[in-house]
C-alpha cells in the first residue's frame, strides 16, 4: 500500500538534508573571523529554521532572512535588510571590528546593528532554535541586539509586541508590500498603548480592525485569542513596559502568526510530520469587524433584525436620518436634542456583551471597583460610559470614556456589559419596562402555575381512567396541539411566521410515553447508533412515527441548559434539516424527538450495490444541493451560526420524496460545551470527515464542516466510502485517489458506474472539482457554503483545487479502519470554545 511508502519518503528526505549540510557550509554562528557569504546557510541548533540569502519569487534582489528548515516550501518568516535588497550576490554578513552586525556589498554598508560594545573581539551572531538571530556578547553572554526586537510580518512565540518604555522602542508587525517584495507594506499589527491597551491592524495610518482592551483573560473580542491548548498568551503593563506574547504550551506544535501583503492577519501551526504549514484560524471578517462600521455612538450588530447591522445607542438618533434609512451607518449617531444628562436625575443603562468603545481614549483606574467606577462617572457631566477594567476574578478596574464611543459591537460571545450615561426620562422608560416585564414574567409564571395544576389534576384523573381502561390514552393529549401545528403548516404564507413560532413551541414528552412508544427502547427498535447516543424508532399512540434520540448520559449539561438549547434549536426551521418534535428530560434521561424519515439515511443508498441506481445524477445533483442549503442554513442564516461537526452520510436523512435532511445538527451545541472545554475532554467527528485542523488540533470553524462536506460530495459521485479500502485505488483514501486522477484529468474514471454519466459528463465534473475545492489542506483556501451553492448553480469558471489533506490514516492510531460510519472519538485536549 501507498501509505508505507512514507518512512521511507521522509528518510530520503533527511537524508537530503544531511547530504546538503556540508555542501552549504551551514553553521549555527557568525564569529568576526568566519564571515557569511551567499551561498551560506545558518541553521538552528534544531534545524528547525535556517539563515541565508534568498530572493523573493519572480525577483532577482538578494535579501537575508530566516525560512522554516523542515517545510518543503521555503517560507520566510523575518528578513533583515527588508529595505535594502543587494542586486546581486556579492553581499557579506559580518562581524565588524567594532562587534557589530554587518551587512555589506564590497566597501558599500547596507545593513548594521548600530550597538555600542565595549569589549570588541567578543561578539558573536547565532540563530537560535526559536527563529531568534541574536547578536551575543561572548564573554558575559549578553544579548546585545535580536532580530526580535524587529520583527517582520511574522509573530512567534516569545516575540514581543509592544512597547519597552526604558528604551523608548516599539515593536510590531508590518506586511510584506507584496509576495515578491519584502519591503515594508502598508498594513501593520501595533499594540496601541494609549489608555487601556489594544491591538490593532491598519492600513497606512488607517485602522481597519481592532481587539478590545485586555481584560484581564484576553483582548475582548477575540475569543481565539484566549489561551488555547497551543498557546498561551502573555500581557504586561508595568513601568517598564506594555506588551505581549504568546507561547507554546507544547514546543511540540509550533505555531505562528502572519499578516499577509493583503492585511490577512492568520494563525499558522507548523506541521513537521507533513512539512508544511496550517492556517487554523485568521482575524474574523464579518461587517461589525470592520473599525467605525457604524460611526460614534453606535452598536453594530450582526445578529441585529432588519437587516441593518447599526443601531443608536439609548438616547443617541442618527445624525442623518436618511443616510440611515438607506442603511449606511458611517455617520453614527448624535444626542437626542433636549436631553440633559448632567445632574439632572440621570443614570446608566447596560449593554450586555460588547466589544468595549475604543480605549485609546479611555481613562484607566485600577483602583477602583464597579460601585465606584459608577459613581466617578456620574459625578462627572462629561462621562459617558463605564465598564470593567479587569473581569477576571468577578471584575475590578475601571475605564471610563469622555468623548464619543467608537467601534462598540455585540459580541457572540466573550463580550462586556457596558454602562451607557442616559437621561432621566429614559432611565425611567428603561426601569418601567423592566418592572413590566418582571410583572408580565410574574403573571405568566402564575398563569402557568394555575393551568399546571388543573392539567395535573386533569391528567392525574386520567391516569386513573388509563389504569382502568388500558394504555394508550396518555399520548393524544400530548400531541393534540402539535398535530394542531402541523395543520396550521397548511396556512397562507402571510402567517408563516406566527406559525413557526407556534411550531417551535417544544414539546416535553414523559418517559413513560417515550417507553411506550420504543417497546421500552427494544433492540427491534433500534436504527442506529452515533457518537451522542442511540436513535430509536417509536411509534405513538395516535399513529405518528418519531425518531427517538437517547442522548449518552454523560453528556454532563444541566438539565436548565439543556432545554434553553433544545428551545433554540427546536426554533431551527429549514426544509433540509429534520424537523425536532421536542424532547424528554426526566432523571438521567435525556431524549430528543424528531419526525421519522422512512427512506432512512443516504449511505444506505449510495454505498448499497443493489440501491445504487435508485439515485440517478439528477437527483444525487439535487440531494447535493439541499444538504449545501441545510449547511448554509445552518452556518449563516439560522441566528444560532451552528457548526454541526459531525456531517457525514449516515446524518443525512431522506424523507419519502427523497429530499435529504441533515440531522444531528444543533448536537454541537447539545453536548458540545462539555466536550470542547475543560482538560481531559474529546474531540467529536468521524475519522475520514474530520478536516486536518480539525483533527490534528482540534480546531474548527465553519471549513470544517465545509471539508466534511466536500468528503460526503466526493462520496455521492463515486459511490464509494471515504475511509474504505477499494482494490482499484491507489491511495489510501477517497479524497487522495479522486486528486490523483484529477491531476491526470482523468476524473471521470471513479464516477459511480451506475450514473449514466456522459449525459452529465461536465456538471458531473464540475461537482467533483467543487468537492476537491472544498477538501483543500488549508481552511482558507476552501470555500464558504454560500459560495459552494453559488458554484454549484452557476457556471462560472472555477479555481483550481489545491492538494487536499491526507490526514485519516495518520491519526488512526491503529484503529480499525473498518469502522466506518461510526463515530471515532479521540482523545485531545483543547479549550477552545465554539465560535
Ligand atoms: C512572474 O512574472 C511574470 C511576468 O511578470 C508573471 O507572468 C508571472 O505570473 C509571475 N509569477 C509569479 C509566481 O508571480
Ligand atoms: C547594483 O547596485 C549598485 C549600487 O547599489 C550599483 O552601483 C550597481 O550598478 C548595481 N548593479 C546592477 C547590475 O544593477
Ligand atoms: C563597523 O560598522 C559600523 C557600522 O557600520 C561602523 O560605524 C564602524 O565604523 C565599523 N567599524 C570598522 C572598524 O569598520
Ligand atoms: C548609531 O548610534 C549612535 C549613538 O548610539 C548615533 O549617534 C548614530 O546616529 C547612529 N547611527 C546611525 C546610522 O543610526
Ligand atoms: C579578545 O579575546 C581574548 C580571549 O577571549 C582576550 O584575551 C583579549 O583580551 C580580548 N581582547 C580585547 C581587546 O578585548
Ligand atoms: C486582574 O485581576 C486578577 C485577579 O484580581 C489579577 O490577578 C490580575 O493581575 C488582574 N489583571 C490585570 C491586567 O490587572
Ligand atoms: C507534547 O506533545 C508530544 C507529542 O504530541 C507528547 O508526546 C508530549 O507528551 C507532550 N508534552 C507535554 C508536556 O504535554
Ligand atoms: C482612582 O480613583 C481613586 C478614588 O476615586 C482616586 O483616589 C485615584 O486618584 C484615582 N486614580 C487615578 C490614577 O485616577
Known amino acids: 500500500m501507498k501509505s508505507d511508502m512514507r518512512p521511507l519518503n521522509m528518510f530520503l528526505q533527511f537524508l537530503l538534508l544531511f547530504l546538503m549540510l556540508p555542501l552549504c557550509s551551514s553553521t549555527d554562528t557568525i564569529t568576526p573571523n568566519q564571515p557569511f557569504r551567499d551561498g551560506d546557510l545558518l541553521v538552528s541548533k534544531q534545524s528547525r529554521f535556517a539563515l541565508g540569502f534568498f530572493s523573493p519569487r519572480n525577483s532577482t534582489l538578494r535579501y537575508i532572512g530566516v525560512w522554516y528548515n523542515t517545510i518543503r516550501e521555503q517560507t520566510v518568516v523575518w528578513v533583515l535588510n527588508r529595505d535594502h535588497p543587494i542586486n546581486d550576490t556579492s553581499g557579506v554578513l559580518s562581524i565588524n571590528t567594532s562587534g557589530n552586525l554587518l551587512l555589506h556589498r564590497g566597501n558599500t554598508h547596507v545593513w548594521f546593528t548600530n550597538v555600542s560594545i565595549s569589549s570588541v573581539n567578543a561578539t558573536v551572531a547565532q540563530l537560535l532554535d526559536t527563529g531568534n538571530l541574536v547578536l551575543i556578547q561572548n564573554d558575559v553572554k549578553g544579548v546585545l541586539w535580536q532580530g526580535f526586537d524587529h520583527p517582520t510580518d511574522t509573530l512567534f512565540p516569545h516575540m514581543k509586541l509592544g512597547l519597552d518604555r526604558r528604551t523608548g522602542l516599539n515593536r510590531f508587525l508590518t506586511s510584506w508590500k507584496s509576495p515578491e517584495d519584502p519591503g515594508t507594506g502598508e498594513y501593520s499589527f501595533k499594540l496601541d498603548v494609549s489608555g487601556s491597551p489594544q491591538l490593532f491592524l491598519s492600513m497606512g495610518s488607517e485602522w481597519i480592525w481592532r481587539t478590545g482592551p485586555w481584560n484581564g483573560l484576553g483582548f475582548v473580542g477575540v475569543p481565539e485569542m484566549l489561551t488555547t491548548f497551543i498557546f498561551d498568551i502573555r500581557f504586561w503593563n508595568t513601568v517598564d513596559e506594555v506588551s505581549m506574547e504568546f507561547t507554546l504550551v507544547n514546543s511540540s506544535t509550533f505555531s505562528s502568526i502572519k499578516l499577509g501583503s493583503d492585511g490577512l ?42 437587516g441593518f447591522e447599526c443601531t443608536c445607542l439609548a438616547g443617541f438618533e442618527p445624525k442623518s436620518q436618511r443616510d440611515w434609512s438607506l442603511r449606511d451607518g458611517s455617520g453614527g449617531c448624535v444626542r437626542i436634542q433636549g436631553t440633559n444628562t448632567c445632574r439632572s436625575g440621570e443614570g446608566f443603562i447596560k449593554i450586555a456583551g460588547v466589544k468595549p468603545p475604543d480605549a485609546s481614549t479611555a481613562r484607566v483606574n485600577e483602583s477602583l471597583n464597579l460601585e465606584g467606577c459608577k459613581k466617578e462617572c456620574l459625578n462627572d457631566c462629561n462621562c459617558r460610559a463605564y465598564t470593567s477594567a479587569n473581569v477576571s476574578a468577578g ?3 475601571c475605564l471610563s470614556w469622555y468623548g464619543d464611543l467608537m467601534d462598540i459591537r455585540t459580541l457572540a460571545q466573550g463580550g462586556q456589559d457596558l454602562f451607557v450615561r442616559v437621561d432621566a426620562i429614559i432611565l425611567a422608560e428603561n426601569e418601567r419596562k423592566k418592572t413590566f416585564f418582571h410583572k408580565k414574567r410574574m403573571i405568566v409564571v402564575l398563569a402557568v402555575g394555575v393551568v399546571f395544576f388543573m392539567i395535573s389534576m386533569i391528567s392525574s384523573s386520567w391516569w386513573i381512567m388509563k389504569k382502568r381502561k388500558g394504555k394508550g390514552r396518555q399520548c393524544k393529549m400530548s400531541f393534540n396541539m402539535s398535530s394542531k401545528a402541523r ?103 435525556k431524549m430528543l424527538i424528531y419526525e421519522y424519515l422512512p427512506n432512512k439515511s443516504l449511505d444506505s443508498f449510495i454505498f448499497d450495490e443493489a440501491k445504487k441506481s435508485m439515485l440517478a445524477w439528477t437527483k444525487r445533483f439535487e440531494i447535493i444541493i439541499g444538504i449545501a442549503r441545510g449547511i448554509l442554513y445552518l452556518h449563516q442564516d439560522s441566528r444560532l451560526r451552528i457548526i454541526h461537526r459531525d456531517l457525514k452520510a449516515s446524518n443525512i436523512l431522506l424523507d419519502i420524496d427523497m429530499i435529504p435532511k441533515i440531522s444531528d445538527f444543533g448536537m454541537a451545541r447539545l453536548v458540545g460545551k462539555n466536550q470542547i472545554e475543560g482538560s481531559t475532554n474529546r474531540v467529536v467527528g468521524t475519522y475520514g470527515y474530520m478536516s486536518p485542523e480539525y483533527a490534528m488540533e482540534g480546531l474548527f470553524s465553519i471549513k470544517s464542516d465545509v471539508y466534511s462536506f466536500g468528503v460526503l460530495l466526493l462520496e455521492i459521485i463515486t459511490g464509494r466510502r471515504n475511509t474504505a479500502y477499494y482494490d482499484d485505488s491507489p491511495s489510501f483514501n477517497l479524497v487522495g485517489y479522486v486528486w490523483s486522477l484529477w491531476r491526470e484529468d482523468k476524473a471521470l474514471d471513479i464516477v459511480d458506474p451506475s450514473l449514466e454519466k456522459s449525459n452529465h459528463a461536465n456538471e458531473v465534473l464540475r461537482c467533483l472539482q467543487i468537492g476537491l475545492l472544498c477538501v483543500q489542506e488549508f481552511a482558507i483556501d476552501r470555500p464558504t457554503m454560500l459560495t459552494v451553492i453559488f458554484m454549484l448553480g452557476n457556471n462560472s469558471t472555477l479555481p483550481p483545487p489545491n492538494q487536499p489533506a491526507f490526514v485519516m ?19 485531545v485536549t483543547i479549550t477552545m470554545d465554539a465560535r
Do not use: M
Open 809 to 827: 490514516k495518520t491519526c488512526h492510531n491503529g484503529a480499525n479502519s473498518s469502522s466506518v460510519g461510526v463515530n471515532s472519538v479521540n482523545e
Open 265 to 306: 492577519y492568520q494563525r499558522y501551526t507548523l506541521d513537521e510530520r507533513n512539512h508544511q504549514l496550517v492556517a487554523i484560524w485568521s482575524a474574523s471578517r464579518d461587517p461589525c469587524d470592520n473599525y467605525d462600521r457604524c460611526g460614534p455612538n453606535s452598536n453594530c450588530d450582526v445578529y441585529a433584525g432588519a
Open 487 to 589: 395543520r396550521l403548516n397548511h396556512y397562507s404564507k402571510a402567517k408563516e411566521l406566527d406559525e413557526s413560532r407556534a411550531n417551535s413551541k417544544l414539546q416535553f414528552f414523559d418517559l413513560s410515553i417515550v417507553i411506550a412508544a420504543t417497546n421500552n427502547f427494544s433492540f427491534t427498535n433500534k436504527l442506529g447508533r452515533g457518537g451522542f447516543g442511540s436513535v430509536y424508532k417509536g411509534l405513538l399512540s395516535n399513529g405518528q412515527e418519531i425518531a427517538v434520540k437517547r442522548l449518552s448520559k454523560d453528556s454532563g449539561q444541566g438539565v436548565e441548559e439543556f432545554k434553553n438549547e433544545v428551545t433554540l434549536i427546536a426554533k431551527l426551521q429549514h426544509k433540509n434539516l429534520v424537523k425536532l418534535l421536542g424532547c424528554c428530560i426526566e432523571e438521567e434521561e
Open 395 to 397: 471584575g475590578s478596574g
